[in-house]
């Protein structure tokens, strides 16, 4: 069974500051997909970036980046220059056949001014 | 990225009764569509993987009698909630994949309130 676990269940941080946010996932599968999603107040979920396992290298979208480990099941969302419109809760979700997603249960990130 | 919409945005009904959410996707043609359940604060929850022109698969413990879902053309599903009761009441996201693509891409949502 693929779990995805998410230890930060909230999580705060200064404007224009960085944050790290954590997830660590069970598989016993090779190749497979990983996302980082976020879900804003009006609650529609938004792809922030995502990393194929296959990939060494860690994948990076202007201030959105990873910290992917593969040995350690380690795939970390790191959010520099934080602004108020990144408050939202933030789900990481694993892929590895039929399109079936598993999602963590989320970290809601707080972005103070 | 594609575009997937959901009718009605919100809706409430009377327990007993029967509610049906519709999800298009809009740009492209979609063999496979997901439906989520999501409780206040929680993840998102896999009901069911919507199939075009097949039976829809069901996750461990979502009552298929119970949440019916149909998927007749490329660009829409719809789960019928049958029988509402106020356990029911929750909010509910489709999604689809793009074809070569690996990311899903979510409906805004359909919230659920049963009386």
């Known amino acids: 069974a693929q779990t995805v676990t998410q230890s930060q269940p909230e999580m705060s941080v200064q404007e224009a500051e960085t944050v790290t946010l954590s997830c660590t996932y069970d598989?016993?599968?090779?190749?497979?997909?990983l996302f980082w999603y976020k879900q804003p107040p009006s609650r529609q979920m938004i792809l922030v970036i995502r990393q194929e396992a296959y990939k060494q290298q860690n994948a990076t979208e202007n201030r959105f980046s990873v910290n992917f480990q593969k040995a350690a099941k380690s795939f970390s969302l790191k959010i520099s220059d934080s602004q108020l419109g990144d408050t939202a809760m933030y789900f990481c979700?694993?892929?590895?056949?039929?399109?079936?997603?598993?999602f963590g249960s989320g970290t809601k990130l707080n972005v103070k001014p | 990225g594609a575009v997937v919409s959901q009718h009605p945005s919100w809706v409430i009904c009377k327990s007993g009764t029967s509610v049906k959410i519709e999800c298009r996707s809009l740009?492209?043609?979609?063999?496979?569509m997901f439906w989520y359940r999501q409780f206040p604060k929680q993840s998102l929850m896999l009901m069911a993987t919507s199939n075009e022109g097949s039976k829809a698969t069901y996750e461990q413990g979502v009552e298929k009698d119970k949440f019916l879902i149909n998927h007749a053309s490329l660009t829409l599903s719809t789960l019928t909630v049958t029988s509402a009761h106020p356990e029911d009441s929750s909010f509910y996201i489709c999604s689809d994949v793009a074809g070569g693509r690996d990311e899903q891409f979510f409906g805004p949502g359909t919230r659920l309130t049963v009386l």
């Open positions: 740009d492209f043609q979609a063999t496979t």
């Open positions: 598989t016993s599968e090779n190749n497979y997909y």
């Open positions: 979700a694993f892929k590895y056949n039929f399109n079936k997603f598993y």
